[in-house]
């Protein structure tokens, strides 16, 4: 389900137990409304309410949290690929083949992970086979990386500058493959269902004994209503940073399409002697 529909199941239910309270205290007795009954009723309110407000602060700092570590981790692995091209670059033609790939799995990375967005020119695969079903992971830009790496092994450098290059190479390539997959990994859900279920209940509940000891007026509804939309707008919010590469919030491409255009970009003419 969608993070707007998980939202809106949560205002329903939170608005249905306001209801349900309010139905239900027509049938209470007299010494069931008395101030003291309500003073309590308020104590215990206030406790589930700072609980709960703990737990959703905690919620959204978390994934907030996890939303900046992906876009950090993603500012850090175009560094990677700009730089490894750089080297590519200085090393020779002997790493044309290698620089190719590499520009190849920027653009297919791009394509297939923001598909709403334009397209970088080119011929590559789009529409990629995912490793698992709720992975990041492209089984066909982990065997590009592969090749890639595997032509860094096989380089066979001529004098002291390309050792330097090739060991060079494969240190950057290693910190690029080891980065990747750590942002495949972030970029997994978080926030699992029994967790939303639990929180309902709770949510649910506290509407509902706020129904129980609220006047019937329609100030009162107005305000649970707006109360239970922002607390299923907070929902929402948490929901759209644990998915960072998904939905309506989600970190920008900037990053790798900077390090697309550094790739692309013409070599500089030869300094004049």
């Known amino acids: 389900m969608s993070s707007i529909g998980v939202a809106l199941l949560f205002l329903v239910m939170m608005t249905a137990g306001f209801w349900s309270g309010l139905g239900v205290q027509r049938f209470l007795r007299e010494h069931h409304r008395t101030r003291d009954t309500v003073d309590s009723i308020r104590v215990i309110i206030t406790l589930l309410v700072t609980f709960a407000a703990l737990?959703?602060?905690?919620?959204?700092?978390?994934?907030?949290?996890?939303?900046?570590?992906?876009?950090?981790?993603?500012?850090?692995?175009?560094?990677?690929?700009?730089?490894?091209?750089?080297?590519?670059?200085?090393?020779?033609?002997a790493t044309d083949s290698m620089r190719a790939d590499l520009i190849l799995y920027t653009k297919a990375a791009i394509a297939d992970t923001w598909p709403h967005e334009p397209r970088p020119p080119g011929d590559y695969p789009v529409k990629l086979h995912r490793l698992d079903a709720g992975s990041e992971e492209s089984t066909m830009l982990s065997a590009v990386l592969n090749r890639v790496d595997l032509g860094i092994r096989g380089l066979a450098p001529t004098d002291a500058v390309q050792r330097t290059l090739a060991a060079d190479l494969q240190s950057r390539m290693k910190a690029l493959m080891d980065k990747r997959l750590t942002l495949i990994e972030n970029a997994r859900s978080a926030i699992t269902w029994p967790f939303l279920s639990v929180l309902m209940f709770w949510l649910v509940v506290i509407f509902v004994i706020v129904g129980l000891s609220s006047s019937q007026n329609w100030l009162v509804i107005t305000v649970m209503t707006l109360a239970a939309l922002s607390l299923s707008s907070s929902i929402f919010l948490a929901l759209e940073l644990d998915t960072p590469l998904d939905g309506y919030i989600t970190i920008s491409s900037a990053p790798l399409r900077d390090a697309l255009a550094r790739q692309t970009e013409p070599p500089l003419p030869p300094a004049a002697p």
């Open 55 to 93: 737990v959703l602060g905690l919620l959204i700092s978390s994934t907030q949290a996890r939303f900046s570590a992906l876009e950090t981790g993603l500012r850090g692995l175009s560094i990677d690929i700009t730089q490894l091209d750089e080297r590519f670059r200085e090393y020779g033609p």
